[in-house]
Structure formats: structure tokens, C-alpha cells
């Protein structure tokens, strides 16, 4: 009889630190031990506080042990597991009480979240079918397939206020029903799994960690609009999330959980996986059907709406992976239940990807109105190294900033877009007064350049031109007619692109301008950045008094831009130094820094 | 079709269901476009054609956006005039603006746009794409005055099926080509210029060879002949302010004339050659001697893709040359002799509606003669061009006719110019020759017009000849796929074109822009040109065309006969492209 199980993150984060190994290295020294009856390891999906990988949670105990090693593991099976003894070193000590916590859920980092999209993840391991039906898996479809009626699952939709979690927030009970409301004999369910936002991995986590509730909320939205068929549309960059979902579905249909009559009650429904091919904008929706059919993945025009005409010219619906994840829940505890969380516009939870300058850097599920005081400070650990909080950025590349005076405004869809921003996919970043806020848009703005389609004039020229004047302003080359000539091209986008790409190509300039118009002054006018970013404005220069002229930096300098005397102080050519920094993170007494 | 009350610039009006575009349109209210193209690129891309419309969040494309019962719509606000402005401010930031060395300048769309907006070429001056010249013997890419409509992209893959250019790359990157950086000439082009011809800027061009016959004109030992194909008449007028469908035979011959040339022929002549041979071939091939159906073999375009796709039908191709080969080769043979002239002194130039010619004469068995049929092919444009540079004042010239030995051609040659054409050249001819007496009437008007695929049956000596007529390698592609597939067993007889509409609208016609071509059936109007001129001609037939007949009696014997079939008849090549 199995007596513990030991819980070890399978996610992409914990995996590339080793964490496959670590369940390896457990299995053969329980095995060594003779406890390989009684001890049982799962592989499961994103824990969520990623800072800490590779997680691992100890039942029944729920010992959560964090930055876990293969050197850990056999302390851990010796101690833990033979003699009952929690590993204290390796528990989470809190940020702000420095006091070791036992369980993941009494964490500061866990206690304001719930797990609505994420409920199985970290729970059960996601290559398991009869985990995901242990934990009520698939009741969601054989209820609706039984007990209700494509209308009722609409209506059911409409009523828990669910949006569009990828980011256009658009109500996902409203476009189920245009779909539902044409007459066609072929109907299309669609799942954009193509996740290009920088830093965001919401996505990736759910169909690692629990890839069945996307297949089942699938089958679910299927049977709403009189679609028998769905197709899923993965970045190819996510080939474990890819293998997990291949697998999830092979044993669904294996199960007779999707296929041909479902639950002996007619329904017919399969799906299949299609890979993408690392272009940011077959995220767009009218992008990834032109691609899932084999064409140039270009967005084209609306009308005709998807709902109406979308893949192969048939009423398609495509949603987020996390807007799917949802549905099993809210079909299982009723619309009210989730409409009873969240804002009056904005209902339920949203999932995070908090990346950047933060403790707790990782995967967190707030109710909607959660503020960004709360993810920072209360869930986030605080920002690093006891640095000043500078703004955070939602909504990628489409997004905008949030700057210190609105960090107590409630997160939901539309506060955001009234201060400038967006809620995005949910990919976070939070800066410190370390960061440079025009470096921060012109970063978004090089992406955007790379990935521009190039079907529309405005994004394929208009983004380029914009980039080289904010380029210009980072090289301490613009004047301050350059902010106008940005503003305008901003504007243009916003009316004239074709797609969503184009139109808020020009966000992550438009809000730094609105927030922080003083750090462009200052890169324009003064030729300094303050933050000391940016390369063109910056020099490194070698403190005298602190040098010890132990040579280590010349040594280093892959351009020979260091010179000086054994024992004597040395000094950076700023003609040739190329400011790539090597030398301050070699200098062993701190003596040279960024101006 | 359901009419719709609309505001336009603040007047109501009612309008058919369709575009914002096609609304104002029939307001009589302008909006400019670059990359749309009725019926073949509705894409929205270039977004010139922007209006507002009252409650939307942006500016819509007016050429994709529907109009909806009580939309608003202003096609010249300040945020209108402003963003259209910048758009094309930022096309001509990334565009090549040597306009002085430019072929198409005067008639670029880009610069008539720029010119009617004001616009600051140097306003977004930027990092520009390198853009790289491909150069084929009949036509030259050059991207760096690609403003990527994907006009010719369209043509390409919808108009006429190939579909051998694409976008590369993308963002601003992006760039028109063919897959992989392959040859545009061994892709599966068939050389038809289609793209040329809807190319609103210079990056598309023919191969001038205009210094090729100048050369020859200049020098004092050549003996030049010029001359022209059925359809060039029918467009050169355009060139020079003559509306869309004007015959300007007599002029054209006039100005050719004074290009100074030593002889103007007419290939409608070796039109009526043509049909006398392939007529023959076809009563032929009905009585048992070779495949069925039979198709044509005048539109190089058309050799070009059965050849590289359908290589197993080869054998059904006609083996007449077309008709400015069969021109070249009766030249430099009985002409040559007639008038005592050392064949290697002629130098041929044919004037063709056509860039796929330009590939044609340097086919290899091109010099049954001895000698190349034809020395150069110039277009429509490049005679047009040179007329020009010439100070031929083409407008006040007196009409004149082609030179009369072996010169001139019934209007059954002129038919050529047309889809349907050379079918009915030929059929008034073995009507004619099978019913034993001439026809009561000489109009076959079922295989006549611009539609792609026509398909007849002509009722003659007793027997029903079915025939169909197609143009456009769309329509092509359709015809072979039923042929492939065995339902074409009763066709006898099938005339392709290249070109849709047949060689009127050739890769090598004068070039309209896309305002003209959305609103105008240029193909319908140019092909109403040639069959009025047929209408009032008197000398309809190819059969009865006095210096064919005596070219027979004189020099070549029987039609088929073995002198022909040396000089005037061909072979063709598999160059599928499947095996690359």
C-alpha cells in the first residue's frame, strides 16, 4: 500500500533545471531502499512559484521543498521518507517573516491565489487519464452531453461572464453563440495554443500540467456550436506541452471520451494538433486558421468574423487555452459560482506569468479586482534585491505599462485599458529603477519589427520607421520633434494597421511616453539615460580609487579596450569599449560601473 | 440584388449590396487604391483606400469592407487625407525613386498618388531593402520599386494558375519572388506577363530590345522587316490617347513605315497561312490521322505550360509553328528570293502583344530556313516607345497599308487577336472546305466574347464538331484536368490562349492602371474592335487570300505538304517540372 507520494514538477521550467533527473535519481534510490512499493513519485504540471524550482511536494505531509538537486535526494529519501524527518534546509523560508513554511498552500506566494485554470496543476500528473478523471475529469462533458442542451451550455457561458483569456477579453459565451446561431453542416472548434507573448508561459503550463481540461472544454464548446471537429494550434517551440496533449488526446480516445458517439449519445468529436511555425502572428486568430490550411500565416481581413467564415470558409471559434481550461469548472459548479468571483465586468480569475524584477517570479492565479500592489508585494515576495518599484508591464508587446500610481487599481480588462495598458495573455513584467523605460519599448518594438507579417503598409514600414527614431532616441541622436513624429506614426498604426499586431505595435511606446515622458527628455535632450541602459548613452568607467590595477578586466576585454599598468589604476577607451559589460561582473572589487 | 441606403460626404444615396469602394463608386465619389483588383486581390493590404465610417474603431479598407444599411462613410476627412498620405509616404521610404530612368514613369500609379498627395519622399527616410533585379530574356523584376501589392502574385496564382511567385520572408523583409531563389525561368513561369501587366509600378517590366532593332534600322546592310501581330492595332492607339478599343491599323503602319524600315507585313498574312495549315491538319486528324482533340499552338504562354505540365498531351498539340514564326521563315525562304535579297542581310522584328515571344524565337528549331525566323520581338509598348523617341507624331499621321507582296491578311488573320478567333478563322475555312460551298454566314458568334471556357458544337457536312474555346491558364489547367480524366473523347477541336481573353490583353499591351481595369472590360472593348473591323471587312477568309494561295502554287506545294512541314511546322519538348 502506498503510504507518500512525492510530487516533483514535470513543467519546462523545473525540467531544464534537471528535474527529470531528479525523478530518475528518486526512483532509483527508493528502489535501492526497498520503498518502491510504499513511496510513489508523480511527475506533475507548474506548481507555480518557479523562483524556487524544482519543486517538490511530500504527502501526506505536504512538505514543500524548494531549488531541489539530485544531490538532495538522497538526504530526502533517508531522512524524509525511512525516518520521517522533514528536510528544513530545503523549505521555503518566507521573504518578509524569514520563518520556514511547511506547505505550499501556506505560502504568502499561494495563500491570495485560486486555482480555477491551474486546479490540476501540480496535482496530478498529466499523462495520467485516470488522475484527471479522479479529480472529476470528464464529468463536465458527460454532463452536457446528457443533461443539456447546446443552447442551456451557451447560455451557461454567457452567464458566468467568461472572456477571452488570450487577451482580446471578448465575452466567450457571445462568440459560441454567433457560431451556434449559422447554419452550416461543417463547424470548426479551434484552441490557440501559439503563446507568443516574451515572458508569457500561462499556456504552455496548462497544457503541460493539465492538458485534458483543454481537450474536454473542447468537446464541450464543439457540442455548444455544432462542431464535430477541432484543431489545436501549438507553437512548435513547446515540445513537451505538444507530447502531453498528443498523449492526453490518443487516451481520450481510447477512453471513448472523444471519437464517435460520445457517451452512446451521437455526439461525434475529435480533434488533432497542428504545429506552428515560429511566427508570433499566426497568434492572431484569422493568422492561425490561414496557417492551420496550410497557407502563409497572414491575417486578413474582418469581415467576414470567423463565427461566420473562419477555417476552410466555415463558423469557426477559436479561444485561448486558458479560456478553455475554465470551462469544465464553470460547467461542474454553475455560472454563478464563477460569476461570484472577480469584477463586475471582468468575472472569474486570470492566470499571471510574473517574470522580471520580482522575488517570486512565476505562475499565480488571482480573482479578477486582485491589485498590482497585492501580486507585487503580497504574492510576488517584493521586488529583488530591495530596489524601488518602477512599473510593470502587461499585454506583451501589445500592452502597455502600469507605473507606481495606479498599482492599486483592480486588475480587470477594462481598468487596464483605462490607464493605457491591457490585460494581455497574462504575461507580466515588473521593473525596478534599474530599467530604462524607452530601452523596455524599444525591446517590445524589436519584436514586433521581427514579426510584422508584412501583408500592410502601416505595420511593415510604418513599425520599422518607429523603431529607427526610438533607436535614435537610445543613441542620444533624436531631437524632441522625434517624440511627435513618434506619436504621430503611433497614431497612425492605431487607425490604419489591419491587424491587432500592427494597431498596438505602438502601445509600449504610447504608455512609457504617458508615464515616463521625462526618461525620453532626458535620452533626447541631456544625451544620458538615467537608468543607465542604454548602450550608445552609457560609458563604463573604471572608479580609480577603487581599483587595485589586478589586471583581470584587460584580461577579459574581448576588444582590448582596457589598459593600464600592474598595481595602477586602469582605464576603459570609450572609443573602443563596446559596453557589453563583461568587465564589471569580472572585477572582484566592484570598482568599475555603467554612467 | 439588394439596394441599401447609405451617407456618403453627408448625401444619402442608394447603393447595391458589395464594397464601400463599389458604393462610392456608384456615388461617383473616387477613392484611390493601389493593391486592389477586382474579383482577383481583394486583400485590404495597402490600406490607401481608407475611409471613416461613423461608430468604427479604425479606418476601413473601403475595398473589403461591406456597406450595411445606414452607414456613414466620409472618403476625405483630414484623419482620412492625413493617414493616406502617410501610407504612402512610408511606400515610397522603402521605394526605389529614380523616377527619371524609370519605364514606367507617367504612368506609375505609386507617382500619381504621390504627386495628388504632396507627398515627402524624404519624410520617413529609413533603413531601404535592398532590392535584387532578376533578369529573364522576356521579362525584369526589380524589387526595389516593389511597393508588395501582391497584384502580380494574384495574376499569377489566380488569374492563371502557376502560381510560381510568392512572398518571401516578411515584415519589412518581405519580398516577392519565387520559392527557394529559383530561376523565374525553370519555376513553371510560362511566361505570360500577366504579372507586368497588373504591376502598378516600374518593378515589373518587359525585356526592352528596342536597341536590337534600332542596330538593324541603323545599319545599311540589313534589310529590316517589321511586323505586327493581330492584336497590337487594337491597343497601340492607347499609347497615344486613343480610347480603349480604337483600330488604329493605318496609323501603325504609317509610323512604322517612318521608323524606317525596308518592309511593314502583316503576320494576319501568316494568320490566314496558319489557318490554311492547321486546317488541313485538322481535317487530317478527323479522318483518323492523328489525335484528338487538337489544340492550337499560336500562344507561346500556352507551349510553355504544356510543356512543363502536361508533356503527355504533347502529342495532341497542332505541329504549326505560330504565325510570326511561320512569317520569319516564308521571309528569309520566298520572300528573300523574290526580291533578291540574301536572307543573312534580313533582319525580322515582329511587334507582338506578347512577352512569352520573346522566349518563343530562341527555341532551337527555330531555322528550317537556315536562318532564325525572327531576329527580335518588341511589345506593343516597346514599338510605342520608340515611335516616341522617333518624333513620329503618331495622331496626325494619314492611315496606310501594309506592303502588298506576301503583306496582308483577311480579317480572318485579325481574329487571332481574340479568344475564340483563331477558332473561327479556321472553322470558316474546313466549313467551308467540308460543306463544299461558301457559308451563308461567317460568324461562329458561339465561340466569340470574354467568357473563360466556351464550349460549341458546329454542324458540318452532316456531322456535329464539338470545339471549345478557353483562355487563361486557370481555364487551361480545367481543360486539361477533363482531358486527363477522359471526358473530353468527343472534343475535336481546342483553342487555348495564354492570355485571358485571348492575346488582346498580352503581357506586352499597352498597360492600364487598376482604376481602369475595375471599372472597364478593357479585353471586351479592344476584341469589339477587331470583330467590327471583321464585320465591315470584305475579304473574311483565310482560304481566299490571293497571295496565300499563290505562296502554295509559287514555292510550298500542298498545305502539309513536305515543304511546309519543314518550314512552317514545329516540334515541341517535355520540360516537365514535375521531375525537378
Known amino acids: ?595 | 440584388m439588394a439596394q441599401l441606403n447609405v451617407k456618403i460626404n453627408g448625401k444619402p444615396y442608394t447603393v447595391n449590396e458589395g464594397t464601400i469602394l463599389e458604393a462610392c463608386q456608384q456615388a461617383g465619389v473616387r477613392v484611390p487604391t493601389l493593391c486592389y483588383l477586382k474579383d482577383l486581390n481583394p486583400l485590404g493590404a495597402c490600406r490607401l483606400c481608407v475611409v471613416e465610417v461613423k461608430g468604427a474603431r479604425d479606418l476601413p479598407a473601403s475595398c473589403v469592407t461591406p456597406v450595411s444599411e445606414g452607414m456613414e462613410i466620409w472618403t476625405s476627412t483630414k484623419k482620412v487625407l492625413d493617414s493616406r498620405k502617410m501610407t504612402l509616404e512610408l511606400m515610397l521610404s522603402n521605394h526605389n525613386n529614380d523616377c527619371n530612368s524609370c519605364v514606367r514613369s507617367g504612368s506609375c500609379e505609386l507617382q500619381s498618388l504621390a504627386n495628388e498627395y504632396s507627398c515627402d519622399v524624404h519624410r520617413f527616410a529609413g533603413e531601404v531593402t535592398k532590392g535584387e533585379e532578376e533578369v529573364t530574356p522576356y521579362l525584369i523584376r526589380d524589387n526595389s520599386k516593389c511597393i508588395l501589392c501582391r497584384r502580380c502574385v494574384a495574376a499569377c496564382s489566380k488569374l492563371q494558375h502557376v502560381a510560381v511567385i510568392g512572398p518571401n520572408k516578411r515584415g519589412f523583409n518581405t519580398y516577392i519572388g519565387t520559392a527557394y531563389g529559383m530561376d523565374l525561368a525553370g519555376s513553371g513561369c510560362v511566361s505570360c506577363g500577366q504579372c507586368i501587366n497588373v504591376c502598378p509600378t516600374g518593378a515589373l517590366r518587359e525585356k526592352d530590345d528596342t536597341d536590337k532593332v534600332y542596330e538593324a534600322i541603323n545599319d545599311p546592310t540589313k534589310h529590316v522587316v517589321i511586323m505586327p501581330a493581330p492584336a497590337v492595332r487594337v491597343g497601340i492607339g492607347e499609347e497615344f490617347g486613343y480610347p480603349i478599343g480604337t483600330n488604329q491599323q493605318g496609323k501603325m503602319v504609317a509610323a512604322m513605315r517612318r521608323l524606317g524600315v525596308d518592309a511593314v507585313l502583316d503576320v494576319d498574312f501568316t494568320a490566314d497561312l496558319t489557318i490554311m495549315e492547321e486546317g488541313t491538319e485538322l481535317l487530317h486528324r478527323l479522318q483518323g490521322e492523328g489525335p484528338l482533340p487538337m489544340f492550337t499552338s499560336c500562344s507561346p504562354g500556352w507551349i510553355n505550360y504544356i510543356e512543363q505540365y502536361y508533356p503527355e498531351f504533347l502529342p495532341n498539340l497542332s505541329t504549326c509553328k505560330s504565325p510570326h514564326m511561320m512569317s520569319g521563315a516564308i521571309v528569309k525562304t520566298y520572300y528573300a528570293k523574290k526580291k533578291g535579297i540574301d536572307p543573312k542581310d534580313i533582319f525580322t522584328v515582329t511587334v507582338m502583344p506578347c512577352v512569352a515571344k520573346k522566349g518563343e524565337i530562341i527555341r532551337d528549331d527555330i531555322n528550317a530556313s537556315g536562318y532564325k525566323d525572327i531576329d527580335c520581338v518588341i511589345t506593343t509598348r516597346e514599338l510605342a516607345r520608340m515611335i516616341k523617341r522617333s518624333g513620329i507624331m503618331f495622331n496626325n499621321l494619314p492611315d496606310e497599308d501594309f506592303d502588298e507582296f506576301v503583306g496582308r491578311g483577311s480579317t480572318a488573320g485579325l481574329l487571332f487577336g481574340a479568344t475564340g478567333g483563331v477558332m473561327e478563322a479556321a472553322l470558316r475555312t474546313v466549313a467551308e472546305i467540308l460543306e463544299k460551298k461558301p457559308l451563308p454566314k461567317l460568324d461562329f458568334v458561339a465561340v466569340r466574347g470574354t467568357e473563360g471556357i466556351k464550349r460549341a458544337s458546329v454542324n458540318l457536312a452532316g456531322k456535329d464538331l464539338h470545339v471549345i474555346v478557353a483562355s487563361g491558364i486557370e481555364n487551361a489547367h480545367t481543360i486539361m484536368e477533363e482531358l486527363k480524366a477522359g471526358k473530353l473523347k468527343d472534343a475535336a477541336f481546342i483553342e487555348i490562349m495564354c492570355c485571358p481573353g485571348g492575346c488582346v490583353a498580352g503581357g506586352g499591351q499597352p498597360i492600364q492602371p487598376a482604376d481602369v481595369w475595375n471599372t472597364t472590360d478593357v479585353r471586351g472593348l479592344r476584341a469589339k474592335a477587331i470583330y467590327d473591323t471583321d464585320t465591315a471587312s470584305k475579304a473574311r477568309k483565310s482560304h481566299e487570300n490571293k497571295e496565300v494561295n499563290e505562296l502554295y502554287a509559287n514555292f510550298l506545294g500542298e498545305p502539309n505538304g513536305h515543304k511546309a512541314h519543314e518550314l512552317l511546322h514545329t516540334t515541341y519538348r517535355n520540360r516537365s517540372i514535375k521531375e525537378k
Open chain 1, 1 to 595: 500500500m502506498v503510504r507518500s507520494y512525492i510530487l516533483v514538477c514535470g513543467g519546462t521550467g523545473c525540467t531544464s533545471n534537471h528535474s527529470g533527473e531528479i525523478i530518475n535519481a528518486l526512483n532509483a534510490e527508493l528502489k535501492a531502499q526497498h520503498l518502491d512499493e510504499e513511496v510513489k513519485v508523480v511527475m506533475t504540471g507548474c506548481f507555480g512559484l518557479c523562483a524556487k524550482g524544482p519543486i517538490m511536494v511530500v504527502y501526506p505531509e505536504g512538505a514543500f521543498y524548494h531549488s531541489v538537486t539530485v544531490e538532495d535526494v538522497k538526504e530526502i529519501v533517508s531522512e524524509h521518507l525511512l525516518k520521517g524527518r522533514i528536510v528544513k534546509r530545503l523549505l521555503h523560508t518566507e521573504d518578509t517573516t524569514n520563518e520556514k513554511v511547511l506547505s505550499l498552500n501556506d505560502t504568502e506566494f499561494l495563500k491570495k491565489q485560486v486555482r480555477v485554470a491551474l486546479y490540476n496543476c501540480g496535482v496530478i500528473d498529466p499523462e495520467n487519464i485516470e488522475e484527471y478523471i479522479g479529480r472529476e475529469g470528464y464529468q463536465a462533458l458527460g454532463k452536457v452531453l446528457t443533461e443539456m442542451k447546446p443552447v442551456d451550455v451557451i447560455e451557461t457561458i454567457k452567464a458566468s461572464g467568461l472572456r477571452g483569456r488570450g487577451g482580446g477579453g471578448f465575452p466567450t459565451g457571445k462568440k459560441w453563440e454567433f457560431a451556434y446561431n449559422q447554419k452550416n453542416d461543417q463547424k470548426y472548434v479551434c484552441c490557440n495554443a501559439d503563446e507568443g507573448d516574451p515572458g508569457a508561459f500561462m499556456d504552455r503550463s496548462v497544457l503541460e500540467g493539465d492538458p485534458h481540461s483543454v481537450v474536454e472544454a473542447m468537446a464541450i464548446a464543439g457540442y455548444a456550436i455544432g462542431a464535430n471537429k477541432g484543431y489545436v494550434y501549438i507553437r512548435a517551440e513547446y515540445p513537451i506541452a505538444v507530447k502531453r496533449l498528443q498523449k492526453a488526446i490518443n487516451d481520450a480516445r481510447a477512453y471513448g471520451l472523444i471519437g464517435k458517439n460520445i457517451f452512446n449519445t451521437g455526439f461525434d468529436f475529435d480533434l488533432e494538433i497542428r504545429l506552428g511555425a515560429g511566427a508570433f502572428v499566426c497568434g492572431e486568430e484569422t493568422a492561425l486558421m490561414t496557417s492551420v490550411e496550410g497557407k502563409r500565416g497572414e491575417p486578413r481581413v474582418r469581415p467576414p468574423f470567423p463565427a461566420v467564415k473562419g477555417l476552410y470558409g466555415k463558423p469557426t471559434i477559436l479561444n485561448n487555452v486558458e479560456t478553455y481550461a475554465n470551462v469544465p469548472h464553470i460547467i461542474r459548479k454553475g455560472a454563478d459560482w464563477f460569476a461570484s468571483m472577480g469584477t463586475e465586468k471582468s468575472k472569474g480569475t486570470k492566470v499571471f506569468a510574473v517574470g522580471g524584477k520580482i522575488v517570486n517570479t512565476g505562475l499565480v492565479e488571482i480573482p479578477m479586482g486582485t491589485t498590482l500592489r497585492e501580486i507585487i508585494y503580497d504574492i510576488g515576495g517584493g521586488i529583488k534585491n530591495g530596489k524601488k518599484f518602477k512599473a510593470a508591464q502587461t499585454g506583451g508587446p501589445s500592452g502597455g505599462c502600469i507605473p507606481e500610481q495606479h498599482l492599486d487599481v483592480p486588475i480587470d480588462y477594462d481598468n487596464l485599458i483605462a490607464i493605457g495598458s491591457m490585460m494581455g495573455s497574462g504575461g507580466m513584467i515588473i521593473m525596478d529603477e534599474d530599467n530604462c523605460m524607452v530601452d523596455i519599448a524599444k525591446f517590445f518594438l524589436e519584436f514586433v519589427v521581427d514579426e510584422s507579417c508584412g501583408k500592410c503598409t502601416p505595420c511593415r514600414v510604418g513599425t520599422k520607421r518607429l523603431l529607427e527614431i526610438l533607436t535614435k532616441v537610445t543613441n542620444g541622436e533624436a531631437e524632441l520633434a522625434d517624440i511627435d513624429r513618434m506619436e504621430e506614426i503611433s497614431h497612425y498604426l492605431q487607425d490604419n494597421a489591419l491587424c491587432a499586431l500592427g494597431k498596438t505595435a505602438c502601445n509600449p511606446v504610447i504608455s512609457t511616453l504617458r508615464y515616463f515622458r521625462d526618461e525620453y527628455i532626458e535620452h533626447i535632450v541631456n544625451k544620458r539615460c538615467p537608468a543607465g541602459v542604454c548602450k550608445g548613452l552609457t560609458k563604463i568607467v573604471i572608479d580609480k580609487d577603487k581599483c587595485i590595477g589586478c589586471g583581470i578586466c584587460k584580461k577579459n576585454c574581448p576588444v582590448n579596450a582596457i589598459s593600464g599598468e600592474i598595481k595602477q589604476p586602469h582605464v576603459i577607451d570609450p572609443e573602443v569599449c563596446v559596453k557589453c559589460g563583461l568587465c564589471i561582473t569580472k572585477c572582484p572589487k566592484g570598482a568599475i560601473s555603467r554612467r
